[in-house]
T-cell receptor
């Protein structure tokens, strides 16, 4: 069975600090996809990144970066020089590969509430 | 234009009532989903449809019935509402499932049962 663990329920930092959100996953499939979503106070779910299991390259997008390590089954998310607008709940999610296609759906972690203090 | 739109955004209703939440996507996707987010923010899939066919039906009470009239719509009907049904319900869509494809979410429907 697939599982996603976000051990940090809440993180509070002062603006401009760097912060890393941890995500550990479990899956028996060799093909799978990992996602991060942001849920700001307004409530919508905003897609941030998708990574497949065959691509372990780290990715950087502006102040956001992601570190994917299959050896430790982790897909961590770092925000550099955090800003108040980064305050949100961040969800890591997993989708296992399905060779027949179809609607797999996502297994979410419980989320990390990130608070950026001015 | 909103890619995945769901209505209503807010719904307050009494126990025992029947209500529906509508969802439409204009992304040309063939797979749609309903997710439930509880008071602790935990997100869990309820249903998924691929080309109007039910694919995933998690452990959800029979009072919840999804209906997909076409690939662009997936509505959620709830009978005999209970207090525990209070949650945020998210509609979502993707192309041929989440594998390799991004799931895009609607803005959520806040359901409060009193």
């Amino acid at each position: 069975a697939q599982k996603v663990t976000q051990a940090q329920t809440e993180i509070s930092v002062v603006e401009k600090e760097d912060v890393t959100l941890d995500c550990v996953y479990e899956t028996r499939d060799t093909t799978y996809y990992l996602f991060w979503y942001k849920q700001p106070p307004s409530g919508e779910l905003v897609f941030l990144i998708r990574r497949n299991s065959f691509d372990e390259q780290n990715e950087i997008s502006g102040r956001y970066s992601w570190n994917f390590q299959k050896s430790t089954s982790s897909f961590n998310f770092t925000i550099t020089a955090s800003q108040v607008v980064d305050s949100a709940v961040y969800f890591c999610a997993l989708s296992e590969g399905y060779s027949g296609g179809g609607a797999d759906g996502l297994t979410f972690g419980k989320g990390t509430h990130l608070i950026i203090q001015p | 234009d909103t890619a995945v739109s769901q209505t209503p955004k807010y719904l307050v209703t009494q126990m025992g009532n029947d209500k529906s939440i509508k969802c439409e996507q204009n992304l040309g996707h063939d797979t749609m989903y309903w997710y439930k987010q509880d008071s602790k923010k935990f997100l869990k899939i309820m249903f998924s449809y691929n080309n109007k066919e039910l694919i995933i039906n998690e452990t959800v009470p029979n009072r919840f019935s999804p209906k997909s009239p076409d690939k662009a719509h997936l509505n959620l009907h709830i009978n005999s509402l209970e207090l525990g049904d209070s949650a945020v319900y998210f509609c979502a869509s993707s192309r041929q499932g989440a594998s390799g494809n991004t799931i895009y979410f609607g803005e959520g429907s806040w359901l409060t049962v009193v």
